[in-house]
């Protein structure tokens, strides 16, 4: 079934609409997944590494260590980095082929002409 609904195709029926929900789906779940393979990992590597390299700290004291140092490095990207990747982000996004472009120029150019039809009415009833 196919529908147009502006300039984007919708398209709800087949398989690449079950294979786009899947891709989301399993996008969306990395994020839990990452993090408990980052869990796994630590912990690997205090029962292995750190207790064979003489550093006798509780799991507990290292994995709260693991999330300060996780803590501080999330507020770092979002201080200093996430700034700058979405500047960036953005001028990629307009600049290489962007199917709204064409949409926003008619509608600024839309708004630019009711300014100018609001300055005329307000000229005409001598309105600041």
Known sequence: MNRQRG??????????YWLGVFMILITQAGVFIQFLVLVMMAATFHHTTLTEWGFDIPLLVFFLLVGVI???GMFLLWKFVLSGFYS?????????DNPMKIEVEAQREMIK??????????????VD
């Open 113 to 126: 002409d009711q300014g100018k039809d609001i300055a005329k009415i307000k000229e005409a009833l001598h």
């Open 88 to 96: 960036a982000w953005n001028d990629q996004w307009w600049e290489h």
């Open 70 to 72: 996780g803590i501080v």
């Open 7 to 16: 300039f984007i195709k919708q398209e709800k029926a087949g398989w690449r």
